[in-house]
């Protein structure tokens, strides 16, 4: 079920006008900045489908870039994100991409600054709730229901097995999982959902293992 | 964890509670936070609701002056009392009115179930407060019902209006109010499925057609007709009606209707009122040059 708590549906308290368009594109970039960490110097922002024909009159554009500022949905800033964007000296570029995706309200966020990128495709799937669905050009289905584990590593056997006995040393339990790779050998993606908050102990643990490139959370 | 509107009513009757109660047991299980903590989260939402309201019954315009000021002119003929239908249902429709105006307004709202569709549920909410007195407590439990029923049509069918039309939204909204408003006025959980199936069937088909892709012409009117559709269908329920097709099946055939529903009528500014003379010169004129033809 992809919708898991009433507050889904009572919720959330936000800036108006759209809970997909606004709240939830905010979130989608909050989501890219939580996993990039840090402030970026550019983005690129590449609307599709409903995104495309109506970010203006939603304010879907000011909102990605509220996330990105790390607002949360209610947050009055995000009304003048793109202000304060520019007073922070943020490169910002949009595009009205026309290619059809799989759902109508989807956002791909590429960012970055000079000491690394990052490319995110989000989908809004109403009431302001979010999907994450492609991160650095793995696929991946990240609800956001739940704290998540993302450990980028290289695809060789026993890398899983390694982070799974980490979790269950902090006696973490893993609610659901999944790993994604580029191609057999290389890179890959696992994405962990917990169940409980994470340590950040626990992920400087987990990226000194062998195999094992970055780790990254998002928190609940 | 109910599945459909048939498991929800019959975990309630089994288990001798009401659909807000079942709400709140499932909430605090999936959670893990107790049953105080989960209703305190709501009156939290209860309260950006009734600001929300206060805000809307003073008066607010959006910025492209569109929509805005029709709640003060409704909550002004009420007093007047020269009305037609009735007191609540004006009422409901004002308050539902004065949601959207301030979410147009990029005001703080709660979505209920979007923001798109945030009036339906506070204006029915506090237009049967005054005739029903309600506690806060049911207040809160008002919202669990409304939430209980949105809940099985996130799940079975969408709430966005982007992927199957506004009968996504405002006919979720007005069914998910209808229930609610059952409950509180001390109807049963099965009233509550034939309050829902009896708004949503008179809500299929309702397409997302935003002129200027504003979240405005229509839907600010839309929602003020969720609410009152959404008052008469609790009545209606309450007097015994009921729906001969299961609300279950209603919310199925909503998300078949909204799956073959054209994309130019699915939140992307390209049909219906948006594609009007009217809507395309508006749009215009808010974004200083013509939209492009489709």
């Given at each position: 079920m992809k919708y898991r708590s009433v507050f889904d549906i009572i919720g959330?308290?936000?800036?108006?006008?759209?809970?997909?368009?606004t709240a939830g594109a905010a979130r989608i970039g909050r989501v890219a900045r939580s996993l990039f960490g840090r402030e970026p110097k550019w983005a690129n922002i590449s609307l599709y489908g409903s995104f495309a024909k109506t970010y203006k009159g939603h304010g879907t554009d000011v909102a990605i870039v509220g996330g990105l500022l790390d607002f949360d949905t209610d947050d009055q800033r995000i009304i003048h994100a793109l202000d304060i964007a520019k007073e922070r000296g943020i490169k910002l570029n949009f595009i009205e991409e026309d290619a059809v995706t799989d759902h109508p309200n989807t956002a791909r966020v590429m960012m970055g600054d000079h000491n690394g990128e990052l490319e995110l495709v989000g989908i809004s799937i109403g009431g302001g709730k979010i999907e994450i669905i492609e991160l650095n050009g793995f696929e991946l289905k990240l609800s956001g229901n739940h704290p998540a584990i993302l450990v980028v590593h290289n695809?060789?056997?026993?890398a899983i097995a390694s982070v799974a006995n980490t979790l269950a040393k902090y006696e973490i339990n893993i609610g659901h999982m999944e790993v994604a790779r580029k191609d057999v050998g290389k890179m890959a993606l696992m994405t962990i959902e917990v169940d409980q908050n994470i340590d950040d102990q626990l992920l400087v643990e987990l990226e000194q293992l062998p195999n094992i490139l970055k780790v990254t959370k998002i928190v609940d | 964890m109910f599945r459909n509107v048939a498991e929800l009513v019959e975990l309630a009757v089994s288990q001798n509670k009401k659909i807000s109660e079942i709400m709140i047991e499932q909430e605090a299980a999936v959670s893990g936070r107790s049953k105080e903590e989960v209703m305190a989260l709501m009156e939290r939402n209860l309260t950006v609701m009734e600001e929300a309201v206060e805000r809307g019954i003073k008066g607010v315009t959006s910025h492209s002056g569109l929509t805005g000021g029709d709640a003060v002119l409704l909550q002004k003929y009420i007093e007047k009392g020269n009305f037609l239908t009735g007191e609540t249902i004006l009422d409901a429709v004002s308050k539902a009115v004065a949601t959207n105006e301030v979410n147009a307004a990029m005001g703080t709202i709660c979505a209920t179930p979007t923001a798109g569709s945030a009036g339906v549920v506070p204006g029915t909410l506090f237009a049967v407060k005054k005739k029903l007195n309600p506690t806060r407590e049911q207040m809160i439990s008002f919202l669990f019902t409304a939430g209980a029923f949105g809940f099985v049509v996130a799940n079975n069918a969408s709430i966005s209006g982007a992927a199957g039309g506004c009968q996504a939204e405002v006919g979720s909204a007005a069914g998910m109010a209808a229930a609610a408003i059952v409950e509180m006025a001390g109807g049963t959980p099965q009233q509550c499925a034939e309050a829902m199936a009896i708004t949503l069937k008179n809500m299929l088909g309702l397409v997302c057609d935003p002129v200027a892709g504003l979240v405005e012409v229509p839907c600010v009117k839309r929602n003020a007709m969720g609410a009152a559709n959404a008052m008469v269908a609790a009545d209606m329920a309450l007097a015994g009606i009921t729906s001969r097709i299961p609300c279950d099946e209603v919310i199925d055939a909503m998300y078949k209707i909204g799956q073959s529903m054209p994309t130019a009528l699915k939140e992307t500014a390209q049909g219906g009122l948006a594609a009007t003379p009217t809507g395309r010169a508006l749009a215009a004129k808010i974004f200083g040059m013509p939209l492009k033809e489709k």
């Open positions: 959330p308290v936000m800036i108006g006008p759209s809970s997909s368009h695809d060789r056997f026993g | -």
